[in-house]
């Protein structure tokens, strides 16, 4: 089963901050976070991944709250390209959940 | 960085024959790599562990006579969908963990599409 909890969709206005919240209370102490996204008929594709602090890559930021149960991934000017399921998964979990269906509108 | 490989990129077959698909990983070496499958509008469904020369690990529900999987080199995985029929059509995706190096990062291949007729 998976172990993470997302919303099943959200919409985001082209040129804004789309921020996808993640919920994963039974992550273990040493567990990293990561996030991927899959656009139609393609593998997921590999954004970030962290552990307790902040992280930020060329394609979007990771928010980790202290308590490690959550997490928010932030693309901070969302693009028509950027829509798509994005999935949060603890570094241990083979199991996706249903993720998140981001649609960017223009 | 590291990549996982995925051949065919998609296949159309007879119904009756069977059908094999390719998982390599390049510039690491993978213990472990992972089949799933993917129908329209869902999200992935793990298949089985393919274990470097050992036997496969299936999820429940999944036939392992139906879905022969070979591991047979740290680079290698071959999944081989046997005697296919439509409902086998499906978007088959392999991934690798890249192991302490790489903070157990899953890696994924592009995916196969395969169509029965």
């Known amino acids: 089963d998976a172990k993470t909890t997302q919303p099943p969709s959200m919409d985001c206005a082209e040129g804004r901050a789309a921020n996808l919240p993640c919920n994963h209370s039974?992550?273990?102490?040493?567990?990293?976070v990561y996030w991927y996204r899959q656009i139609h008929s393609q593998g997921p594709q590999y954004i970030i991944h962290?552990?307790?602090n902040n992280e930020t890559n060329e394609m979007a930021s990771l928010i980790i709250t202290e308590d490690r149960k959550s997490s928010t991934l932030i693309l901070p000017h969302a693009t028509l390209r950027d829509t798509a399921v994005y999935y949060c998964?603890?570094?241990?979990?083979?199991?996706f959940g249903s993720g998140t269906q981001l649609t960017v509108l223009p | 960085g590291a990549v996982v490989s995925q051949h065919p990129s998609w296949v159309i077959c007879k119904s009756g024959t069977s059908v094999k698909i390719e998982c390599r990983s390049l510039?690491?070496?993978?213990?472990?790599m992972f089949w799933y499958r993917q129908f329209p509008k869902q999200s992935l469904m793990l298949m089985a562990t393919?274990?470097?020369?050992?036997?496969?690990?299936?999820e429940q529900g999944v036939e392992k006579d139906k879905f022969l999987i070979n591991h047979a080199s740290l680079t290698l995985s071959t999944l081989t969908v046997t005697s296919a029929h439509p409902e086998d059509s499906s978007f088959y995706i392999c991934?690798?963990?890249?192991?302490?190096?790489?903070?157990?990062?899953?890696?994924f291949g592009s995916g196969t599409q395969l169509s029965v007729l």
């Open positions: 991934s690798a963990r890249g192991g302490a190096l790489f903070n157990e990062k899953l890696f």
């Open positions: 039974t992550i273990s102490g040493n567990e990293y």
């Open positions: 962290g552990l307790k």
């Open positions: 998964l603890q570094a241990r979990q083979l199991t």
């Open positions: 510039d690491f070496q993978a213990t472990t």
């Open positions: 393919s274990n470097e020369g050992s036997k496969a690990t299936y």
